[in-house]
């Protein structure tokens, strides 16, 4: 069993920040790759950002240059910096590792 817990959401000014934390525990072997994802209200589940153990990075059109992904392999835990924040940025955001395990899911709410 793996398990996942977020943390960091909450309610936040337009052009705010957050910080969103995902530590990962249990049944770990490998973990290849670790991802941020979202749903917004009446929206579909859409990647965010991603990273591998090499370091690749993707990240989603409508964040890039503000939002920033990084991990700590030692901690087992994936970050996501969240900068100018848009109310278009409202969702719950979901951790993601190897394509496989999800988090519960921790509410982003830009609102002024």
């Known amino acids: 069993q793996v398990q996942l817990v977020e943390s960091g959401g909450g309610l936040v000014q337009p052009g705010g920040s957050l910080i969103l934390s995902c530590v990962a525990s249990?049944?770990?072997?490998?973990?290849?790759?670790m991802g941020w994802y979202r749903q917004g209200p009446g929206k579909q589940r859409e990647l965010v950002a991603d990273?591998?153990?090499?370091?690749?990075?993707n990240y989603a059109d409508s964040v890039k240059g503000r939002f920033t992904i990084s991990r700590d392999n030692a901690k087992n835990t994936v970050y996501l910096q969240m900068n100018s924040l848009k109310p278009e940025d409202t969702a719950v955001y979901y951790c993601?590792?190897?394509?496989?395990?999800w988090g519960q899911g921790t509410q982003v709410t830009v609102s002024s």
């Open positions: 249990g049944s770990i072997f490998s973990i290849y790759l």
């Open positions: 990273i591998s153990n090499g370091g690749s990075i």
């Open positions: 993601n590792i190897n394509l496989v395990f």
